[in-house]
Structure formats: C-alpha cells, structure tokens
C-alpha cells in the first residue's frame, strides 16, 4: 500500500474553537491476491458447499455435480472438478415467486462470520459462473427470470451488485461484478448470495442451473482516498433519534421491550401502546415508516413482521399533502410472510390532519376491541374478527416493537426523534420512557436492529457532529489540545453512525481535551508488534512499556487469560488488524498454553489462556502473528508463580 503523506491543509471553526488536522495516513506494502471461496473440485470439499435460504416461497436442493464444470483463468482447473447444480420448485401461478439463498464465507451459516474471513471491496471485485438447463422453466418472456447478485454485509444486510431483469444467456456465463468501495460496510463482506425478486411473468415449473468458481478478484485500481473531516453544531432533537440507513430498502430499526405486554386476558381494563414523534423528515419522504409490532415470543430478529407467524403491526406514514395516516394490520400463522397484513388483515386507519409529529396510541379494552389514536385526537374503534385466534397469537410473553423502516433509497440518512415510549397496564411494569439519555436504558429495551449505531439519543452535553468521508479502513480517530506530536489521543467515540458515503459521531463537550481549542485528525495505524498482557496490566498508550500494572501473582495450575494486542510503535493497539494469533512459548518449559490460533477483534483478544506447572517461579509467555510475520512477537512481563 503506497504511504500518504501527511496533508498540511488544515480546516477551522472559529466559532465553535474547534480545529481539524488533515488526514495523516501511515502504510505498509501488502499483498493482495483472488480469494477462492469455491471451486466444487470434490463432493463437499470447501466450506461454501454448503448454501441456506434466506427468504423465498419455492423449495429447493443443492447438489455436487461431477459432470458440470466451468474452466477459469482466475484459479486452478482442478482435474475432476465439478459445480454446484440447484433445483428450484417453482410454485404455480397465481403465487408471485420470490428466492434468496446465500452462503457464508467460512460456510457455518450462523449468521456470524469471523472478521479473519471477511473479505474487503476496497481491493476486490465478485467473480463467478454460472449455467442453466436450457430445458428448464422460463417465465411467460421466454427468459430465465429476473436474477440479482451479490453479498451479505457484517450483519447479514443484502448488498446488491448486479441486476438482470431478463435473464437469458445459454451455456456457461462468467459474471464480473465491479464492486464500488463507497459502498456502506463494503470492507466487510460475509458471503455470497442469489436472489430472484418477485417474478414478473411468474415461472412455474421446476429450474435446473449450476454454479462455479466463486471467487474474489484483486482489483488494486480503485479510488481510495483517505478520509477527510468536517465538523456541524448538532441540530438533532433531545430523544431517541434513529438514522434510516442500512442497505436496501427493507431494513427495519427499532427498539424492542420483551415481557409480559399482552392486552389479551386483561378484560376491561386498558392496556396502551404510545410513541411520541417529535421530529421528522419532510413530505418529500412520504414512505419513511413509523412503527409499532406486537409479537408474541418473538425470536431476537429485526423483522419480525416477516419472520415471526403473528404479528400485530401499526404503520406510521406522513402524507404528500401534510397530512398523515396510521393503519392497523394483522397475521397469523405466516411465518416468512406478510401477504395478510396487506390484504385481510388491514382492520383500520386514522388520519392525522396536522401531520405525523405529536403522540400515536394503540388501547385495547378487551381481547378484540381497539382504539387507534392520532396525535390531533381523530381516532377509531374497531374489533379483531375472532377472539379465539386473538387468545392463541398474542397471549404473554409478549414484544413491544417501536421503530422505523427505509422503504426507499430517497429516505437514506434521514432521522426522526420519538421523545416518550409508553407501555401501560399489561401484566409487566409499565414502561414510560422520555430517553433523557446518555444511553438507552437497556432495562427497558433492546436494539433491534442490524446497525445498532443508527439508533443514538442526544443529550444535553452533546454538541457537535464530526463526519469525515469512506472508506476509512485502518483509520483513527485521535484528538489534541495543541498540535505536538506526541499529544495525540484516541477520544474514545465509538457510536459512530454511516450515512451513505460518510460517517460521523457525536461530540459531547466533556471529551474535548480544551474547553477552548481542541484539534482532532485521522491518522492510519500500523501494527509493528504484538503486546502480550498478564492479569494485572492494562495498555497505556504514548508510554515508555505502553502498559500500567504489573502482573497479578499466579497460583500453580490455575487458567491465567493472557490478552494480546497489535500495537504500532506507540503501543497503541490498531483496531484493524484481525490477524490471527497464538501463545508460541513459555519460560516455564511445563506449561500448558492454549493450543489454538485466534483471530484478534478490533486488534485484540483475551482468549488464551495458560496454566503455569512449575512453582515457585518467575515466567514470561510469548505470542507470534500467525498470519503475518512481519509483526514481531511479543512477550509478556514476569509472572510470579505460587505452589
């Protein structure tokens, strides 16, 4: 990687006396290379093997096919290789098909992929083959279908790369996908996914197709620029303000109370559900949504509108007109599905002649019998169509759900504020929440929702947004009260909040290092070496052994966790870094050390462990860079070590 030089153009704020350092960018030659994930050279050798269905109405299977394989110049032409064939069952019209499958990197398909086996757009672009049955279904075109593809990001979002309405081609056809690094959470793809969008001219027999040699191609030629910095005075409201970004249009953000919130079975008396909206995008954004889910004994998922079988959804919308509209929904017994909330299961809507802001109420007075508030007090009674069903899906433990959802790449960065959630008479305490901050009050609520950080409260010591543009991979944030060189700290924001191609962060005034001038920079870190710390010891940056504390004495044959950090010269740890690591020696030639390599997470880890056998003594243990040598070893202060 070509070393920048540090820039000298600097950017001040007077008015604020806050001063911006430019981008200082510190680097090292490294060696990029295609990363196969999958060639199918044998039956079930390559974790990829092994795909999932994300969402979709068709079953499906996948199987190793020794007679299919595509040649490439990208990888190694195996002899015996084969492909990966796929049968899709289509279902029969009238049923609008839709189908996502995916595989993860490292093939668990948990749902995590290890940061170790991420792999980053900022260097590589999507390469793959692919070939269908020339007698398979087709649509009513004549075509295969409408095919997408792409990658899951760090928390399983969809990142669409390519797009083909009418896909046509015969034989085997090689897909190169450009992949954009300004793309959000591009530096952190967890797997390869397939979709088919809901089939225009529905296909309704069965498809056959093969795919090959997925493999991510080095592309060094990109534009990457280092990060720059700006600063605004925040304007945000006091209040739970949540950001509407994520990738595609679907994701849901909400905050989610678990408990016993069910109205069912509490007779006359009322239990409510209330939000109140204090801030919100203008009428140009007509589709950003509010809203509320009632889910009994959900699962820990954000959509739970989708996933879950029953589901009592309140959807928010401002109107072109100024006006607003809340609408009541409802569905059983569809899990991965929502075709009844749309249909039979809307019961009801409120207008809101003044617009979306003020406070929405959902009372229920008995199991059936609703009342939908709007913030001028236009409401409407309506019923549920059947008590039983009520009593079976909605019975405790019941979720609350307060939220907002995208719908719509208009609406990307867009904020709205809710400044009180209530909760009211259900079996559990009430809950009545005015977010007064500095944090979410998790006794109350979780975060339910794929990027956590778009969900942030602003409190009265909260002054400023500092935002600098992507990619920003290896870089950090520090701060000073002067410019020396060796005042520079780490300022310790870490909710930090992507909004398209750029990320920002709320500057409270306590962490300014003057009250009068304070100067802030992005510099890029580069691991030299490893620091090994004992129990006792903790890491202190800009000093002379970059540790404070000395190790705790050690009794014989008792587990010592041993933390290992990537430091530059400084002994600041690079949070970057994801190399793996291991404990490669001991001074006590007895010990027992922690046998397996382990990947460093935001340039750290506490997993290994080791026993000392020999007492009384005095000993060091070491742990090396596995996946690159080129930073030193490290080794730890002496341990006192006790029979």
């Not at 994300?54 to 032409?77: K, M, R």
């Amino acid at each position: 990687m070509k070393q920048i030089p540090e820039m000298q153009s600097w950017l001040r704020s007077a008015a604020l006396g806050l001063m911006f350092a430019g981008s200082v960018a510190l680097g090292q030659a490294q060696t990029y290379t295609n990363v196969i994930l999958a060639q199918f050279d044998c039956d079930g050798c390559g974790a990829i093997h092994s795909f999932s269905q994300w969402w979709g109405d068709p079953t499906w299977e996948a199987v190793w096919d020794g007679t299919q394989n595509a040649p490439t110049t990208l990888g190694p032409n195996n002899a015996g290789s084969g492909a990966m064939k796929f049968t899709v069952h289509w279902l029969p019209a009238p049923v609008q098909n839709q189908l996502c499958l995916w595989q993860e990197f490292d093939g668990t398909q948990n749902y995590w992929v290890d940061p170790s086996q991420r792999v980053s757009g900022f260097f590589y672009d999507l390469d793959f083959d692919i070939k269908f049955d020339p007698g398979s279904a087709k649509t009513a075109a004549g075509d295969y279908g409408r095919l997408q593809f792409g990658v899951a990001g760090p928390t399983f979002n969809q990142i669409w790369l390519t797009n083909f309405p009418h896909f046509n081609y015969e034989g085997w056809t090689h897909i190169h996908t450009y992949i954009d690094p300004a793309i959000v959470s591009i530096d952190q793809m967890s797997g390869f996914a397939l979709y088919y969008p809901w089939q225009p001219g529905a296909i309704t027999a069965d498809q056959t197709f093969w795919i090959d040699n997925i493999i991510m191609k080095t592309n060094l030629t990109k534009p990457l620029k280092p990060p720059t910095l700006s600063l605004a005075a925040i304007k945000d409201k006091p209040g739970l303000n949540i950001a509407a970004n994520g990738s595609g249009d679907g994701p849901r953000e909400s905050i989610a109370a678990g408990g016993n919130h069910s109205w069912v079975y509490h007779g006359s008396q009322p239990v409510t559900y209330s939000l109140t909206i204090t801030n919100y995008p203008g009428t140009n954004h007509p589709y950003l949504q509010t809203h509320f889910f009632l889910v009994s004994n959900p699962g820990g998922e954000s959509a739970p509108d989708w996933n879950e079988p029953n589901c009592v959804f309140v959807q928010i919308l401002n109107n072109a007109d100024g006006t607003a509209t809340g609408r009541f929904m409802y569905k059983t017994n569809q899990p991965g599905g929502n075709n009844m909330l749309w249909g039979p299961g809307t019961l009801a809507y409120v207008n809101s002649s003044n617009g979306v802001l003020g406070t929405w109420s959902l009372s229920f007075t008995d199991n059936t019998n609703i009342t939908m508030t709007a913030p001028t007090g236009q409401s409407t009674n309506f019923f549920f169509p059947d008590d039983a069903a009520v009593q079976t899906a909605f019975a405790d433990p019941l979720t609350v759900y307060f939220g907002q959802q995208k719908n719509g790449a208009a609406n990307t960065g867009q904020i709205s504020t809710y400044s009180r959630a209530r909760i009211t008479g259900a079996t559990s305490p009430d809950i009545d929440d005015a977010f007064p901050g500095p944090n979410l009050n998790t006794s109350n609520w979780r975060v339910a929702c794929d990027t956590p950080n778009d969900l942030y409260i602003i409190g009265a010591d909260d002054a400023w947004w500092l935002t600098w543009t992507l990619p920003d991979l290896g870089f950090s944030l520090v701060t000073s009260p002067t410019l020396a060189h060796n005042s520079w700290v780490d300022p310790g924001l870490t909710n930090t909040l992507v909004v398209g191609a750029t990320k920002k962060v709320v500057v409270p005034r306590t962490v300014l290092p003057d009250a009068n001038h304070s100067y802030f920079k992005m510099i890029k870190r580069v691991a030299t070496k490893l620091q090994v710390l004992m129990p006792g010891e903790t890491n202190a940056p800009g000093t002379l052994t970059g540790k404070i504390g000395t190790p705790d004495v050690q009794p014989i044959s008792t587990v010592a966790y041993v933390t290992i950090n990537a430091v530059d010269d400084s002994w600041t740890i690079v949070k970057s870094v994801t190399d793996q690591v291991q404990l490669t020696g001991c001074t006590d030639i007895s010990a027992y050390l922690y046998p397996s390599a382990v990947a460093l997470v935001n340039g750290t880890t506490s997993t290994p462990y080791v026993l000392f056998q020999t007492a009384p003594g005095s000993f060091t243990v070491t742990a090396s860079d596995v996946t690159n040598p080129s930073v030193a070893a490290g080794t730890s202060a002496a341990t006192t070590v006790t029979p």
